[in-house]
């Protein structure tokens, strides 16, 4: 294997990429798949399309694969004596704000810490318990003149948390959700190049999922696959988080199961996984599973869906840890499963 | 014990690259309450060929002494304290976790989301926080409290730390144009202070340099090295709190500052653990207008520097505090102006060069 998945991951965390500005992201995973795919356009909202083809008779089946790459942040709203008000791009809990250090996109990049104001400026009812977004600053270090010459309202606050090796082969960083799926879409299309395989194989890294799942409304609409695979990554277990809806970290994938995904789908990826001995938790999602799933089944007249989910530690905070080979199992399940999709693969997922 | 002291530098001490990059080494070194190893291994490479004697005390202070050549001296003790605030593990829960406390003063909402450094290996490890998605409105309505909390070195943690490992944030310093940015600059500016004072000692004292231990927990290193010293006067230098941001309601002014950056150097008249000696208030402020160099007062207000201590040693010494304006103080990420510091730096220098018996008649 040439891929240095490890590198790959690291070269993502510390690349910036906020919904409906993904650029800087979009480039990294652009040279990482190049070298592994046919083709590779760039959506009109800048989900990066890459074409695998198939060794099928034409026209051939399509699998799409949807990995959304856009990282949750900040926006500056106001500007006060050099501080810097901001709003939230996605869902980000203020709670663990204070003292962050982001990066400021002006019209230059600027380092910068989120601050939270002493007590006394701040609401009486604030007190010392969790200050609200509104009133928390972002300190760039620089004298109010200059700050008014680099920075206006409007511009993008990423988390600058650099990514962080930890033990036991896992990974700490902002933005791991979903830059670990990217990933894995990446291991997966490795696997493929020494496999054949009859279909056609669409990978996308989505643009805007933190905000609506945009991107997953429009790339499916223009790829228009037989059925998708949506990679994100799900909740794992660790301090305060224990219930049903987490699931071990670094002890196997998890596989949904609920509204979004199409139950003959769920239980032909789930063969293969058995098959393989990849270990996987089956995860229970009985509304919404809050990922691309959910706007890809009702793109055009509905495409069949499947989840696979890396597990993570503290979702939206700059310090989510994952286990690189849970990246590794979702990104060999799919390629196996991509591998030994028959032609006529369709017509074999019934309704019982 | 050194009798070959290099001889000191007789220009006024700066603020140039070389004390950039020692302030570097100086914060992004671990030195929490109580183990200050990392940082007293840097003081002690630093002064050793500028002193007349070295040592380390009882309780870890680094006790260095400079002796001036005139024949009129005044003994003057500085203090910097070497600790900072940080955490110890208290609990290995297996598969990575550990529970842990704070030692110091530190706002729990400063905890979440971080990424640290544990023990002398400089482990990393992150206190991560409960995935937004999970909590209900009631739960983000309130801090999570230290014990919901742990540091989280990976699944196979438990080999790399030990319940009693202390830890810290893991921020790098870095320049911010004007600023620096850095855990822990409050207190390594003074001891990088004290460090430059000990090169550029002038000959018309007895610079009595105490680099003191858990000042973040109780003043105790300042006690005993004061006690030891017995020195005729005393000065504390420091970090404070600069509270300079914009109130949340634009009418309201914000008069409860504290210090504010851009303004120079915080001479203290009054805190929560000490009156400060007139006579020294006054000798600061004329030295800061003789010598042209921007001063502020800090704000009258609790808190408290190693003066507490250090004025009500023996039968009493004689003490004020003077330190350098710093924002977000104990938390992951402090703030400071390069100019704050530089004219810290040369207030006391000038102030020291000054110095006559005839301060305390």
């Known amino acids: ?352 | 014990m050194s009798s070959q002291k290099q001889p000191s530098i007789t220009t006024p001490p700066e603020v140039g690259s070389a004390q950039v990059e020692l302030l570097t080494r100086l914060c992004n070194a671990m030195a929490v309450s109580g183990d200050e190893q990392e940082v007293r291994q840097i003081v002690l490479e630093e002064i050793q060929p500028y002193c007349d004697q070295v040592e380390v005390d009882g309780l870890g202070n680094v006790l260095a002494t400079r002796l001036g050549s005139q024949a009129q001296k005044v003994r003057v003790m500085i203090a910097a304290h070497m600790d900072e605030v940080g955490f110890m593990l208290t609990n290995d829960e297996g598969e990575g976790l550990f529970s842990f406390e704070t030692v110091g003063g530190i706002d729990p909402r400063q905890l979440v989301g971080k990424a640290v450094i544990v023990g002398r290996e400089h482990t990393p490890a992150v206190i991560g926080a409960k995935p937004i998605h999970l909590t209900t409105p009631e739960e983000r309505k309130r801090v999570p409290k230290v014990e919901e909390l742990r540091i989280d070195f990976g699944l196979e943690g438990s080999s790399k730390a030990k319940v009693g490992d202390r830890a810290t944030f893991a921020t790098q310093l870095e320049v911010l144009g004007p600023s620096i940015r850095a855990k822990a600059l409050d207190n390594r500016l003074g001891v990088i202070n004290l460090i430059e004072l000990l090169r550029h000692a002038p000959d018309n004292i007895d610079l009595l340099a105490a680099f003191t231990v858990q000042e973040e927990v109780g003043l105790r290193g300042a006690r005993v090295a004061a006690y030891r010293f017995d020195p005729q006067i005393g000065m504390a230098i420091d970090a404070t709190p600069a509270h300079d941001l914009p109130a949340y309601d634009a009418d309201v002014e914000n008069t409860r500052y504290n210090t504010k950056l851009d303004h120079g150097p915080a001479i203290y008249l009054m805190d929560g653990a000490t009156i400060s000696d007139r006579r020294l208030a006054e000798w600061l402020i004329q030295t800061a207008e003789a010598e042209n160099i921007p001063w502020q007062i800090r704000q009258p207000n609790p808190g408290g520097t190693d003066a507490g201590a250090i004025h009500r040693t023996r039968a009493g010494v004689p003490s004020i505090s003077v330190s350098v304006p710093v924002r977000y103080a104990h938390s992951a990420a402090s703030l400071i102006r390069q100019e704050d510091w530089a004219h810290t730096l040369k207030l006391v220098y000038h102030a020291l060069t000054r110095l006559t018996p005839e301060i305390l008649s």
């Open chain 1, 1 to 352: 294997m040439t891929l240095d998945l490890l590198s790959h991951l690291k070269q993502m965390l510390s690349a910036p990429g906020l919904s409906a500005y993904e650029d800087p992201i979009r480039e990294i995973v652009a040279e990482a798949w190049r070298p592994l795919t046919d083709e590779l356009s760039v959506s009109r909202l800048g989900s990066l399309h890459a074409l695998k083809r198939g060794d099928g008779a034409e026209p051939r089946p399509k699998v799409l694969l949807s990995a959304h790459m856009d990282a949750i942040g900040l926006m500056v709203t106001a500007i006060t004596d050099g501080f810097l008000h901001v709003t939230q791009v996605g869902g980000v809990d203020a709670r663990i704000l204070p003292g962050q250090l982001v990066t400021v996109h002006g019209r230059k990049d600027l380092p910068g810490t989120v601050v939270m104001p002493p007590e006394f400026l701040l609401p009486s009812e604030v007190e010392k318990g969790p200050v609200p977004l509104q009133y928390l600053l972002v300190d760039i270090g620089l004298h109010p003149t200059e700050v008014e010459e680099l920075v206006r309202v409007g511009d993008v606050v990423s988390f600058a948390q650099p990514p962080l090796e930890l033990t036991g082969g896992t990974v700490a960083g902002h933005t791991l959700d979903n830059r670990a799926s990217v990933a894995a879409v990446t291991f997966c299309l490795e696997v493929l190049q020494r496999r054949k395989h009859a279909w056609d194989v669409w990978a996308v890294a989505s643009v805007q999922e933190e905000i609506g799942l945009t991107g997953a409304f429009t790339s499916p609409f223009a790829i228009q696959p037989d059925f998708a695979i949506a990679l994100d990554v799900t909740f794992a277990k660790g301090p305060g988080s224990t219930d049903w809806r987490t699931v071990p970290l670094g002890k196997g994938i998890a596989l949904a199961w609920g509204p979004n995904i199409h139950p003959a789908l769920f239980n032909a990826l789930t063969k293969i996984a058995d098959e393989l001995d990849i270990p996987y938790s089956r995860e229970a999602t009985p509304g919404m599973t809050g990922t691309d799933t959910a706007a890809i089944q009702m793109v055009k007249a509905g495409i069949p869906c499947v989840l696979v989910s890396t597990p993570l530690r503290y979702m939206h905070t700059p310090v989510e840890v994952v286990a690189v080979k849970d990246i590794q199992r979702a990104g060999r399940l799919i390629a196996e499963f991509i591998s030994a999709l028959p032609v006529d693969f369709m017509q074999t997922l019934e309704w019982k």
